[in-house]
C-alpha cells in the first residue's frame, strides 16, 4: 500500500503498531495509583504467564500487584519482568485499570497503545490533549463489546459488583457490621429481609439474583416494562417486579432493609423525602457513588485477565491492536483516541473538541 496517498487526505496520519524493534508484542502493567481509593486491577500472574508463553513480552511495575494480595515474585514467576514505573510505562501496550493521569500519558512512548477502564480523567481536557500530542491510541475497555456483542470488560466487573453489593448489605445489617444483627434471609417462623432494587443493568440484575440467593425478599423496580420483563426471565420468578410508582415507592421503601439504586431506563431520582419513612437500620447504597468490586479486587483481576488473554489471543493472530481496530467493530466501540485523534464523540462533546469519524479515518487508511 502507498501510504503517500494516506498522507495527502491526512497529514497526521501515521502507521504505529504495537511491537517493538523485535516483532514482539511488549506490555507494560501499571499499579493503582497510591494516593487512590481503586483497588481493581488487569492482570494476575497466571495471566501473564500465559501471555508471556504466547511470546509477549510482560513488564510490572514493582508493587503492582499488593491491592491483589500478589506479590513481585508471584509474577516474576511466571515469566513478567519487574520494573520501576517510569521503566514500565515506556512499552508499546499499556495496562493500568484507571486511566492514566496527564503527566504519565507524557511519559507514554510516541504512538504507543493505552488499554484502561473508562473514568473521570479520559473527561478531563489536559488529559485528552496530552494523549492528542503523544499520538496515542487510547481504548476503553468496557466500552468494547465481543463478536457476540457482549460487552465482556463491563460485564465482569458489574456482576461483581452487584454480588459484592449484597455482601455489603448482610455485613452492614450484621452485629459485626454495627447493625442490629439480622440475617438477609428468613428462617423457620421468620420473614426475610426485604431487599428493593432500582434499576437495570448487570450490577442491578446480578444484586437481585445474589439476594434471592441468599434468600431474602427481593423486588425490583423500573420505569420500563419491556426490561422488568427481562429481568424476571434473567432472575426467575422469585424477583418481585414492580414498575415506578409514587405509592408503590412509599409503601417498599417504608419496608425495606436493603435498597440499592443504580440507572433506571428513563432518568428518575430517588426522593429524598423517602429517606424519612425508611428504617433507621436499612442499608442504603447507590451505584452511582460506590462500586463494591473494589472490595474483592482480586475477583475482578481474575475475571478480566481470562478476557484479556483471548484479547491478547487475538492481537496476536491479527498481528497487532492496530489490525484489531481495523476489524473489529467491538473494539472500535471502545476507542477514545486513535493515533492522536480524538474519536469518542460523548467526551468530544463533553469537552468541546472536535471528534473524528474513526470509520472514515480506517477507510482512509484502507
Known amino acids: 500500500m502507498d501510504y503517500k496517498d494516506v498522507n495527502v487526505l491526512e497529514p497526521e496520519l501515521k502507521l504505529i503498531t504495537p511491537f517493538d524493534h523485535q516483532g514482539k508484542i511488549s506490555v507494560g502493567v501499571l499499579a493503582n495509583y497510591a494516593d487512590d481509593e481503586e483497588t481493581r486491577f488487569l492482570l494476575t500472574p497466571e495471566a501473564c504467564g500465559l501471555l508471556t508463553s504466547a511470546g509477549i513480552e510482560v513488564t510490572i511495575e514493582a508493587g503492582a500487584g499488593v491491592d491483589i494480595s500478589f506479590s513481585d515474585e508471584a509474577y516474576a514467576d511466571f515469566g513478567a519482568k519487574i520494573a520501576t ?13 484507571s486511566p492514566l493521569r496527564t503527566a504519565d500519558v507524557k511519559k507514554l512512548s510516541k504512538g504507543a497503545t493505552l488499554l484502561c477502564m473508562t473514568g473521570d480523567e479520559l473527561f478531563k481536557a489536559e488529559t485528552v490533549q496530552a494523549l492528542m500530542e503523544n499520538q496515542i491510541t487510547c481504548g476503553a475497555l468496557d466500552n468494547m463489546y465481543s463478536f457476540n456483542d457482549e460487552p465482556v470488560f463491563a460485564n465482569i466487573v458489574q456482576e461483581i ?34 431487599v428493593m432494587i432500582i434499576g437495570e443493568g448487570q450490577n442491578c440484575l446480578y444484586a437481585a439474583k445474589a439476594a434471592i440467593a441468599s434468600g431474602a425478599s427481593v423486588t425490583l423496580l423500573n420505569n420500563d416494562i419491556s426490561m422488568l420483563q427481562a429481568a424476571r426471565q434473567f432472575c426467575g420468578e422469585s424477583l418481585t417486579t414492580v414498575a415506578i410508582h409514587p405509592r408503590v415507592l412509599y409503601n417498599r421503601a417504608k419496608s425495606a432493609d436493603v435498597l440499592i439504586l443504580g440507572s433506571t431506563t428513563r432518568p ?9 419513612i425508611m428504617k433507621d437500620s436499612a442499608f442504603v447504597m447507590n451505584f452511582k457513588d460506590i462500586h463494591p468490586s473494589t472490595s474483592v479486587p482480586r475477583t475482578v483481576a481474575m475475571g478480566l485477565s481470562n478476557a484479556l488473554v483471548n484479547f491478547f489471543d487475538e492481537m496476536i493472530i491479527k498481528n497487532g491492536f492496530d489490525a484489531m481496530v481495523q476489524s473489529s467493530k467491538g473494539v472500535q466501540a471502545g ?25 472514515m479515518m480506517l477507510s482512509v487508511k484502507n
Not at 428518575?268 to 424519612?276: G, R, S
Open 161 to 194: 459488583d452487584g454480588r459484592a453489593a449484597i455482601l455489603f448489605a448482610q455485613e452492614h445489617l450484621s452485629y459485626l457490621g454495627g447493625g442490629k444483627g439480622v440475617l438477609l434471609a428468613g428462617v423457620a417462623g421468620i420473614n426475610p429481609c426485604e
Open 268 to 276: 428518575f431520582e430517588f426522593p429524598n423525602k423517602l429517606n424519612l
Open 335 to 359: 476507542i477514545v483516541t486513535y493515533r492522536g485523534k480524538l474519536v469518542d464523540k460523548l467526551i468530544g462533546s463533553y469537552l468541546h473538541l472536535p471528534a473524528v469519524d474513526l470509520k
Open 85 to 97: 514505573r517510569d521503566e514500565t510505562i515506556k512499552a508499546n501496550v499499556i495496562l493500568s485499570y
